[in-house]
T-cell receptor, first 115, second 114 residues
Framework: EAQVTQNPRYLITVTGKKLTVTCSQNMNHEYMSWYRQDPGLGLRQIYYSMNVEVTDKGDVPEGYKVSRKEKRNFPLILESPSPNQTSLYFC??????????????FGNGTRLTVT | GNSVTQMEGPVTLSEEAFLTINCTYTATGYPSLFWYVQYPGEGLQLLLKATKADDKGSNKGFEATYRKETTSFHLEKGSVQVSDSAVYFCALSDRSGSQGNLIFGKGTKLSVKP
C-alpha cells in the first residue's frame, strides 16, 4: 500500500531534550516536506526536499533541522525543543519537483507536546 | 506574495443540506488550485484539483470551479452526509514557485448532523 509513515504518533517531551520524528514513504517520491498545523494558522511549511541531499527552508524553519540521505526517509530533528514547538506535525511527499500537478500524500501526523 | 483565504468555520449543517465553502486566492502566474480534506485523526488527502481557468474539479460529489476573473475556487456539494464531517483546506501551487510548495488556507471545519 502506498503510504507516508510518520513515527511516533504522539510524543511528550521536556524543553531542551533532542528528538527526532521519522518520516518514510514507499512511493519513490522525489519531493518531501514537513508542515506544522496550529489552530487558527492552518498548515505552515517547515522544510522541504526536492531530492536526495537537497533540502531547503520553508516558511517556519527556526528550531528545526532535516536531512535527506535516502530518497524514502526525511526525518525532522528538534535539537533543543521549546514549548512553542508544541504542535501537530505532518510529513508529505509527492512525485516530481513539488505539488504543481502532483498531489501531496500526507502521513497521519505526529502530535508533539513540549513542557 | 501568494495567499489563500477561505471562510471561517466552523460550519454546521444538517444531513442533505447544500454546502458551500468559499475560497479566494492571490497569486502571480497561473497557479493550480486544490481542495484537501482532513478527517479526524488523519492526515490531509487530496479531494479535488483544477490546473487552469474554467476547469472544474470533482470527486465524491464535491465540485469546485477555477474562476480566474474572481480569483475563486469555492467548494460545493449538493447534499452533505454525516461522513463528510472533516476539515477542508483550500490550497494553491504556483508553477513559477521554486519551492514546489502548497500554500494552504487556514481550514474550515464542517460538522454534519443527522
Amino acid at each position: 500500500e502506498a503510504q507516508v509513515t510518520q513515527n511516533p504518533r504522539y510524543l511528550i517531551t521536556v524543553t531542551g531534550k533532542k528528538l527526532t520524528v521519522t518520516c518514510s514513504q514507499n512511493m519513490n517520491h522525489e519531493y518531501m516536506s514537513w508542515y506544522r498545523q496550529d489552530p487558527g494558522l492552518g498548515l505552515r511549511q517547515i522544510y522541504y526536499s526536492m531530492n536526495v541531499e537537497v533540502t531547503d527552508k520553508g516558511d517556519v524553519p527556526e528550531g528545526y533541522k532535516v536531512s535527506r540521505k535516502e530518497k524514502r526517509n526525511f526525518p525532522l530533528i528538534l535539537e533543543s525543543p521549546s514549548p512553542n514547538q508544541t504542535s501537530l506535525y505532518f510529513c508529505a511527499s509527492s512525485l516530481g519537483q513539488g505539488s504543481y500537478n502532483s498531489p501531496l500524500h500526507f502521513g497521519n501526523g505526529t502530535r508533539l507536546t513540549v513542557t | 506574495g501568494n495567499s489563500v483565504t477561505q471562510m471561517e468555520g466552523p460550519v454546521t449543517l444538517s444531513e442533505e443540506a447544500f454546502l458551500t465553502i468559499n475560497c479566494t486566492y492571490t497569486a502571480t502566474g497561473y497557479p493550480s488550485l486544490f481542495w484537501y480534506v482532513q478527517y479526524p485523526g488523519e492526515g490531509l488527502q487530496l479531494l479535488l484539483k483544477a490546473t487552469k481557468a474554467d476547469d472544474k474539479g470533482s470527486n465524491k460529489g464535491f465540485e469546485a470551479t477555477y474562476r480566474k476573473e474572481t480569483t475563486s475556487f469555492h467548494l460545493e456539494k449538493g447534499s452533505v452526509q454525516v461522513s463528510d464531517s472533516a476539515v477542508y483546506f483550500c490550497a494553491l501551487s504556483d508553477r513559477s514557485g521554486s519551492q514546489g510548495n502548497l500554500i494552504f488556507g487556514k481550514g474550515t471545519k464542517l460538522s454534519v448532523k443527522p
